[in-house]
Structure formats: C-alpha cells, structure tokens
C-alpha cells in the first residue's frame, strides 16, 4: 500500500459525461501529480500540483481540469468525454517537487466510456 | 515526441535468468532515472533509481548500469523470480521540470517457474 488513495476504483460513464476523480496523498506529501495510463500512450503525464500551486504541466487536455485543495488532496476534472478518454487515471505524491523526490502512485481509476 | 525509448516490448525468461531492460533517451538534461514495476491492477511502485554521476547501482537483486555518454541505462533482474513477474518502466526526469517523469514504454516480463 503506497498510502495515495484515489476514488472511484472504477467508473463507466457516456460520452459528453462530466466526471471527477479524487486523491488523497500520503500523509506529508506536499506534490500530487496526476498521470494517464493507456494501451496505445502508455504512462503521460498530465499536472503536478505543489502544496495548492500548479508546478508543472504535461499532455492534459483543455477538456481536462485538476486542482490540490489547502488540505492537500486533489481532483482530476474530466469533461466532455469522448470513447478515447477511457484510461486508467494514477494519482501520486512526493514530499517535494524537485527532481529526486520518490513519486509514490496509487491503485488508480479505472474510467470507461461508452 | 518519446523522449525516454524502452525495450523490448516483452521478455520471457525462465526462473534464475536474468532479464535485461534497456532504455535509451535523447534529453541530456535529464538528471534522475527511476526504476517502477507494476503488477497488474496495481499502481507502479519504485525499484531503484540512479543519477546520472553513478554508473552502477545494485539493490537486492536489481542491477541498474549506466551509460552516460551512450545515453543509455539498463536494468537487470538477477537470479529471477516468478514473482517478478510484471511490467517494468523506465522513467527519466530533469530539475528544470519539476519532478515530471517521462516513461518509456514498458516491458511486460515473464519469469516462467
């Protein structure tokens, strides 16, 4: 057990659906990030938040929001949702956001849209 | 654009090989390359982890080798187990952005008993 929790585990919704995921670090993390795992893009990177603050920013899509709350956890935004979409979303934490810092990830959710 | 390029795609070796995964970047600013194995309904986990002023690095039965000028690094799973039996990824990030990991592909590693 990593101690990052993300729920739902699982969720299937239609396209056009909106839906948010949710993350919990471990305890004392200050950085989340948010990854998307897929068949054909593999493991990409979307955002990492750094105590409340955008730090950095990947392949994350305009249709696509997340945000860290003051106590720390965060939500991953996905709307407008189209079959491709369908992903396993991780979340992770690291003490810091400096290059170095072990990223520990959860079990994921699992999205599927139909 | 694949900055980080792993292979093989799989692997199958029988219990006491020793499975070797080969990465290849292209970004000379990378300065940190992680190791994660993932289970299958699982999150990736941490493995080991190398800087790139290191040119070996061992833990327990996993082998990272260094390849500076080559920009190249490679993990070896000595006396393999059917217990390692997972997809590993080889991850590189740079202090420029953060602690963003770029993954390379996977390699899905069967150890057969």
């Known amino acids: 057990d990593s101690g990052v929790t993300q729920t739902p585990k699982h969720l299937i919704t239609a396209t056009g659906q909106r839906v948010t995921l949710r993350c919990s670090p471990r305890?004392?993390?200050?950085?989340v990030y948010w990854y998307q795992q897929s068949l054909d893009q593999g493991l990409q990177f979307l955002i990492q938040?750094?105590?409340?603050?955008?730090?950095a920013k990947g392949n994350i899509l305009e249709r696509f929001s997340a945000q860290q709350f003051p106590d720390l956890h965060s939500e991953l935004n996905l709307s407008s949702l189209e079959l491709g979409d369908s992903a396993l979303y991780f979340c992770?934490?690291?003490?810091?956001?400096?290059?170095?810092?072990?990223?520990?990830f959860g079990e994921g959710s699992w999205l599927t849209v139909v | 654009q694949q900055q980080v390029k792993q292979s093989p795609q799989s692997l199958i070796v029988q219990k006491g090989g020793i499975p070797i995964i080969n990465c290849a970047y292209e970004?000379?600013?990378?300065?940190?390359f992680p190791w994660y194995q993932q289970f299958p309904g699982k999150g990736p986990a941490l493995l080991i982890a190398?800087?790139?002023?290191?040119s070996e690095k061992k833990e327990g039965r996993f082998t990272i080798s260094f390849n500076k000028s080559a920009k190249q690094f490679s993990l070896h799973i000595m006396d393999s187990q059917p217990g390692d039996s997972a997809t590993y990824f080889c991850?590189?990030?740079?202090?420029?952005?953060?602690?963003?990991?770029?993954f390379g592909g996977g390699t899905r590693v069967l150890v057969k008993p």
């Open positions: 305890s004392g993390d200050l950085s």
């Open positions: 992770a934490s690291s003490v810091g956001s400096s290059s170095g810092n072990t990223i520990y």
């Open positions: 938040y750094y105590n409340g603050e955008e730090r």
């Open positions: 991850a590189a990030s740079k202090e420029a952005a953060g602690n963003k990991l770029t």
């Open positions: 970004n000379t600013a990378f300065d940190y």
């Open positions: 190398i800087r790139p002023d290191v």
